[in-house]
């Protein structure tokens, strides 16, 4: 029976000083920072995948999606596939895009107002929107990288 009860006499004091280790303030306090910060990092992460989704597309069901798929994946895993998931551009980018393909505007190299390509000067500040070239000397809009008459790059 000594023997069985060295045993117990043992293990008793293991548990005792485990339990002394996770009862001191360091270790607990460690451990609770931890668990705040991860916390922390899932509703930020949260936040920023719905803000972030918001200002990319008007699909209700993919922004949905979206803010689901962080919430309920975490974000070490959820957001990886988000950024998979999401649309490339942004919201507001994608209107003056549009506008400028199918009313052949240009956009100023100054203020980046959208011009018609006709006009000579921008509408809103006054900036030169053609420029000549310096071989055929024709008039062609200033964001061509080279002269569609004669191919020539834009250098100024």
């Known amino acids: ?3 069985w009860s060295g045993v117990g ?16 303030n360091g270790l607990w306090s460690f451990v609770n920072f931890v668990f705040m910060f991860l916390i922390f990092l899932r509703i930020v992460s949260i936040i920023w995948t719905a803000k972030d989704i918001i200002s990319r597309t008007n699909n209700t069901w993919l922004q949905v999606l979206s803010i689901l798929l962080v919430t309920f994946l975490t974000p070490l895993f959820g957001l ?19 506008e400028a393909s199918a009313l052949s505007l240009v956009n100023c190299t100054n203020c980046h107002t959208l011009n018609p390509k006709e006009y000579e000067c921008c509408i809103t500040c006054g900036e030169k929107l053609k420029i000549v070239c310096k071989q055929c000397n024709k008039e062609y809009p200033h964001m061509y990288a080279y002269c569609p008459i004669c191919g020539a790059p834009n250098i100024e």
């Open 80 to 98: 990886p596939l988000y950024f998979i998931v999401r649309p490339v551009y942004f919201k507001r980018d994608l209107i003056p895009r549009r």
């Open 9 to 24: 006499v043992v293990l008793n004091n293991s548990s005792s000083t485990l339990d002394s280790i996770f009862q001191s």
């Open 1 to 3: 029976m000594d023997i």
